[in-house]
């Protein structure tokens, strides 16, 4: 917008909004990298072992009429010490691929069976992806907008 003037009150409003939005951004880049974390370190002590999908359960978290729909895969699988476990792996919307009684492979904790996850994209790293991605996005989209007005208004 050559030719445009410098409005400091646009430019207050919209370094206000860009902050909360920076802020919250940031919140969720960390949470991100912090799952991100904790993902890698949990790798890193796991074991592997073969499971078995052996059914889907019904998702407990409300009372709504979607909770109905979503269906977690509940695994089953061995310990290197021969316990067998049971858990719930990602929500049948997200891996809607599985079917009762298909092999997957199953990471865990020697010393927490009990948190197991399926080694997969979803079951490993989406959440760290969504956050990290939305967070970076809500991050830099404001500040570049506010720069890209900034410097429209200097010219």
């Known amino acids: ?17 860009a902050g909360i939005f920076v802020t919250i951004g940031a919140g969720l880049l960390a949470w991100g990298v912090l799952y991100y974390a904790n993902v890698k370190a949990f790798i890193a002590r796991a074991k592997s072992a ?3 999908v052996t059914g889907f359960d019904r998702w407990e978290g409300s009372s709504t009429d979607l909770s109905d729909d979503i269906k977690y895969a509940v695994v ?7 316990k067998e476990v049971r858990f719930k792996g990602p929500s049948q919307e997200w891996s809607s691929s599985y079917k009762t009684g298909d092999k997957v492979k199953v990471l865990y ?6 948190d197991a996850k399926i080694k997969s994209f979803m079951g490993l790293w989406f959440a760290s992806s969504m956050l990290c991605g939305v967070g970076f996005c809500m ?7 506010l720069f890209t007005y900034w410097r429209s208004c200097r010219k």
């Open 1 to 17: 917008m050559p030719g445009s003037t410098f409005n400091r009150r646009e430019f207050l409003i919209g370094s206000l909004l």
């Open 50 to 52: 073969e499971g078995t």
């Open 76 to 82: 089953t699988f061995t310990t290197s010490d021969g």
């Open 109 to 114: 904790d020697p010393e927490k069976p009990d």
């Open 139 to 145: 991050v830099f989209v404001p500040l570049l907008t």
